[in-house]
T-cell receptor, first 111, second 110 residues
């Protein structure tokens, strides 16, 4: 089954404790992207990647890091999470950058 | 500043009504306009529009793009309670930047 998976689905953590949210797709897509969704603000792009070892900043990259060492994986790293990073995070992938398939979401709470 | 604006933000209708959702955009080097439906989980793809004036249709949903006036509309005819969701539009622009609007929350009452 074609899918995008994210882990964990829910996470409560404390300020400053490094965390990684994993994202994996099994569709051999070249394009992957991370978004955060906050009430009233819609989806905002954090980072995206056009291919292995190629990443670009989106609208809100501050406080986040990504890596693309393999085509199927695109982890999101928060080196020192802060409460303003409490949000719902979505990973997405597509063959090109258009019709993206979204993962189930990760709800992150930073205390 | 690149932006995508959706209206209305919220809409309540009754089953059988027809609704029109609006999406205007101002982005650099526009490439495509996309519509997604988000229920209680991840957004799911509805339409991608690249050319002006060509209607895309899927069942009771249809969408069209006006690249001169920089907007798109999503129409839903004969609405059903299952159409209740947040509808998101997004502009793909520049190299591969994607900007979403804040969404329109549609509630369809029986």
């Amino acid at each position: 089954e074609a899918q995008v998976t994210q882990n964990p689905r829910y996470l409560i953590t404390v300020t400053g404790k490094k965390l990684t949210v994993t994202c994996s797709q099994n569709m051999n897509h070249e394009y992957m992207s991370w978004y955060r969704q906050d009430p009233g603000l819609g989806l905002r792009q954090i980072y995206y990647s056009m291919n292995v070892e190629v990443t670009d900043k989106g609208d809100v990259p501050e406080g986040y890091k990504v890596s693309r060492k393999e085509k199927r994986n695109f982890p999101l790293i928060l080196e020192s999470p802060s409460p303003n990073q409490t949000s719902l995070y979505f990973c997405a992938s597509s063959e090109r950058a258009d019709t993206q398939y979204f993962g189930p979401g990760t709800r992150l709470t930073v205390l | 500043e690149d932006k995508v604006v959706q209206s209305p933000l919220s809409l309540v209708v009754h089953e059988g009504d027809t609704v029109t959702l609006n999406c205007s955009y101002e982005v650099t080097n526009f490439r495509s306009l996309l519509w997604y439906k988000q229920e209680k989980k991840a957004p799911t793809f509805l339409f991608m529009l690249t050319s002006s004036g060509i209607e895309k249709k899927s069942g009771r949903l249809s969408s069209i793009l006006d690249k001169k006036e920089l907007f798109s509309i999503l129409n839903i005819t004969a609405t059903q309670t299952g159409d209740s969701a947040i509808y998101l539009c997004a502009a793909l622009y520049n190299n591969n930047d994607m900007r979403f609007g804040a969404g329109t929350r549609l509630t369809v009452k029986p």
